[in-house]
């Protein structure tokens, strides 16, 4: 697609359920990260996929956070049994190369009651 | 302390103004670069940056690598150019980005 694509871009679900957040990256970009942004903070990189290599999990905040990236192309991020300190916008960028630069996705504004 | 600082936290300014956001850095860097936010929540890409300085209509973006630091410039500010500007760089040859903060900056007209 001509950019990067999330769905929902909105999503209130009650504390306790799983959520799934969806990302389509950029036909071609090899390179997929998501980010959190929680209310009056900064952006915190959550994982990223490079092609088919393992991903880089380390921004995880708990083993309720999954992601998978099925074919190198969409990427799911999931949240188990949702906390409301989980509110947040979730962003997805690609790239086709890092030194090339990134293109962001719109979010998810997740919203846990 | 954070890795990448931005200063300041909020900005406002009367159209027409020439603004500075200023980020620095405490790490070693492949590239720093600039974004923008509007309030959606959506992320635009500004410039990316290794050395120097770029330019692209009224948006001026430098880099001093020795000092650690650069800065975004916005000649004759526009209330459009309301959003929060964020600073991210790349270290290392890491791929993932380290953000600051973030700017807010609101033009009255």
């Known amino acids: 697609g001509a950019g990067v694509s999330q769905s929902p871009s909105n999503k209130v679900t009650e504390k306790g359920k799983d959520v799934e957040l969806r990302c389509d990256p950029i036909s071609g970009h090899t390179a997929l990260y998501w980010y959190r942004q929680s209310l009056g903070q900064g952006l915190e990189f959550l994982i990223y996929?490079?092609?088919?290599?393992?991903?880089?999990k380390s921004g995880l905040p708990s083993d309720r956070f999954s992601a998978e990236r099925t074919g190198g192309s969409v990427s799911t991020l999931t949240i188990q049994r949702t906390q409301q300190e989980d509110s947040a916008v979730y962003l997805c960028a690609s790239s086709l190369v890092a030194a090339y630069g990134y293109t962001f996705g719109s979010g998810t504004r997740l919203t846990v009651v | 302390k954070n890795e990448v600082e931005q200063s300041p936290q909020n900005l406002t300014a009367q159209e027409g103004e020439f603004i500075t956001i200023n980020c620095s850095y405490s790490v070693g860097i492949s590239a720093l670069h600039w974004l923008q936010q509007h309030p959606g929540g959506g992320i635009v890409s500004l410039f990316m940056?290794?050395?120097g300085k770029k330019k692209h209509g009224r948006l001026i973006a430098t880099i001093n690598i020795q000092e650690k630091h650069s800065s975004l410039h916005i000649t004759a500010s526009h209330p459009r150019d309301s959003a929060v500007y964020i600073c991210a760089v790349r270290k290392g040859d890491a791929d993932k980005l380290i953000f600051g903060t973030g700017t807010r900056l609101q033009v009255f007209p």
């Open positions: 996929f490079q092609g088919n290599s393992a991903p880089d």
């Open positions: 940056l290794s050395s």
